[in-house]
C-alpha cells in the first residue's frame, strides 16, 4: 500500500526535532501537536478513512525522531484520540480542536506547576540548573515575579551546551548567573539552596529520566545535603512504564562528542553519547508538577488517575500493530 501523502511541514518539523534546532521536551510536544494540526489542516483526502491515514503517518513519522522524552507520544495520543467524526471535515475540526486545547492545555500547565516550584523558592535561594528545562525556568521566573531575589549556578552541559540558554533567559529575567562547566558542580554545591532540573520522563517507581549528567549531580547534592526538585509537567509521566516497560535513551551521534579532525589525531577510539540518564527516585526529593508536589515514590498515584492502567498507540491501525511491532519495544 502506498504511503499517506505528508505536508512538508510535518517533514520539516520531525527533521528540527531530530537535529535538535526544536529541543527540549515540551516544546517538542507542542510541535508535534501543532505538526498534527497542520496535516489535518491542508489534508486533500476525499474520504474519512484515507484522513485517519493521514493524520497515523504524520504521527508515525513525528514520533520516531527522538526515543525519550515521552511528552512526543503523549502529545501524539492526545490529539489522535480525539480524532472523531464521519466526514473529512468532521475530522479536520476535531483534530483542530484538540491541538488547540493540547497546546492550551501545556501553557496552563506550565504557569501553574511554575506557581508551585516558586513556593519551594525563598528570597535569596540560590540554585543550581542543567541543561536547560521550560519548566524549571518557569519556576524561577515565577519566583521573580513573586519578588524574590533569586539567582543561579548554571552547569553548561555538554556536549551540546543548552546551559548557555538557561542562561541567556535567566539574565533576560535580571536572575544574576554564575556559569560553571559540569565537572565544577560538586565544588558549588554547598553554595546553592536548590539543585532544580526538569525531566524527558518519569516512570512509575519516580525515577527521572533527564539530560545526561542529572543522576551524577543528585547523587552528589544528596551527599551535600542540597535538595533536588524535578520541575516536569504530567505530560512527562511515562504511562508505559506502569506495565514494566523501560525508557528507551537515547545515543546521539559522536561528532557531538569530538571534532572528527581531533578524533583522527587521537587514534582508535569508542565515543559514546548518550543524551539522557535515569536519576533514581532516593535521590529526588520532590517532583513538581501542574497538580502539585509529589515525592517521586508517590508520583505513580497521578499516573494510574491520569493514564489508567495503561495506554494503547493510536498511531497504528490495530491490525498492523503487531507487524510493526519492534524488538526494542520489548525492552
Ligand atoms: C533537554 C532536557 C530538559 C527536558 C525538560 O534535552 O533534558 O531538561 O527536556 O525540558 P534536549 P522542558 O536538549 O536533548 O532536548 O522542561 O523544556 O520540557
Known sequence: MDEPPLHPRVETVAEEIETMETRGA???????????????????????????????????????????????????????????????????????????????????????????????????????????????????????????DVSAVVKETRPRKQGHITARELRAMDVPVTLIVDSAARRYLGDVDHVLVGADAIAADGSVVNKIGTSGLAVNARERGTPVMVAAQTIKLHPDTMTGHTVDIEMRDESEVIAPEDRAEIGEITVANPAFDVTPPRHVDAIVTERGQFPPESVVTLMRELFGEGTHEPWLEPTTREANRRPEDDA
Not at 71 to 79: G, I, T
Open 26 to 148: 515540551a516544546t517538542i510536544a507542542d510541535a508535534a501537536a501543532s505538526a498534527l494540526v497542520t496535516q489535518a489542516e491542508e489534508s486533500q483526502a476525499e474520504t474519512p478513512a484515507a484522513f485517519r491515514e493521514e493524520i497515523r503517518a504524520a504521527a508515525r513519522t513525528l514520533l520516531d525522531t527522538r526515543p525519550t522524552a515521552v511528552s512526543l507520544p503523549n502529545a501524539l495520543r492526545y490529539v489522535l484520540r480525539r480524532m472523531d467524526g464521519e466526514s473529512v471535515a468532521a475530522l479536520r475540526a476535531s483534530v483542530e480542536r484538540a491541538g488547540s486545547s493540547f497546546r492550551d492545555q501545556l501553557d496552563r500547565a506550565q504557569d501553574d506547576l511554575g506557581e508551585i516550584g516558586a513556593n519551594r523558592l525563598r528570597d535569596g535561594d540560590r540554585v543550581m540548573t542543567h541543561c536547560h528545562s521550560t519548566d524549571a525556568v518557569a519556576c524561577i521566573q515565577r519566583a521573580v515575579q513573586q519578588g524574590k
